[in-house]
């Protein structure tokens, strides 16, 4: 069965910088390609960019371009979301979501189970 | 950028209800949008894709409906399994965005 895998829990300082992994499993790594998407606490979801596994091309939310960077190990199968000077407005459960495609439709079908990521001083 | 607006933010309901939850658009995206739902400390779980189509193994009581700019989520009998917070999304351009949610509460 599909699964989707991510990495534990971090604890950053402003300004630094965290890399969460993203581990597929049950189908080929590079077949669909993995999103990323943020919730705040108490606050709804934001999608931030995605990747294609197969070759690493990768696109991201206005708001994130210059602080996210997204890539991908086809050696592992695992994709990671790397985010730069952290800001405590970053304090967020971060998942990767699988991208379909289905009969024209578009959408995340399986999902991570989130990582939580608390930026304080 | 589009903007995706739900209405109610929330509401109250009891088991059997039927429950009707509305999303709007800023310009038309056709049938690109998608519902989720989410229970407290989960991913979200997809139900609903190209605006009206059923993704696998979630129940008959949830449908799906609308096109252009207006859409909306109809849970028919509510069961108690189903009190969660409701998620639309648009598949239509990037980047991909999601209404503010709706929470369905007892």
């Known amino acids: 069965q599909v699964q989707l895998v991510q990495s534990g829990a971090e604890v950053k300082e402003p300004g630094a910088s965290v890399k969460v992994s993203c581990k597929p499993s049950?189908?080929?790594?590079?077949?669909?390609?993995l999103h990323w998407v943020r919730q705040a606490p108490g606050q709804g979801l934001e999608w931030m960019g995605w990747i294609d596994p197969n070759s690493g091309a990768t696109s991201s939310a206005q708001k994130f371009q210059g602080r996210v960077t997204m890539t991908r190990d086809t050696s592992i199968g695992t994709t990671y979301l790397e985010l730069t000077a952290l800001r405590s407005d970053d304090t967020a459960v971060y998942y990767c979501?699988?991208?379909?495609?289905?009969?024209?439709?578009?959408?995340?079908?399986?999902w991570g189970q989130g990582t939580l990521v608390t930026v304080s001083s | 950028d589009i903007q995706m607006t739900q209405s109610p933010s929330s509401l109250s309901a009891s088991v059997g209800d039927r429950v009707t939850i509305t999303c709007r658009a800023s310009q038309s995206i056709t049938n690109n949008l998608n519902w989720y739902q989410q229970k407290p400390g989960k991913a979200p779980k997809l139900l609903i894709y190209g605006a009206s189509m059923l993704h696998g193994g979630v129940p008959f009581r949830f449908s799906g409906s609308g096109s252009g700019t207006a859409f909306t989520l109809t849970i028919t009998s509510l069961q108690p399994e189903d009190f969660a917070t409701y998620y639309c999304q648009q598949s239509y351009s990037f980047p991909r965005t999601f209404g503010q949610g709706t929470k369905v509460e007892i």
């Open positions: 049950g189908y080929t790594f590079t077949d669909y390609w």
């Open positions: 979501a699988r991208g379909v495609v289905i009969t024209d439709s578009r959408l995340f079908d399986y």
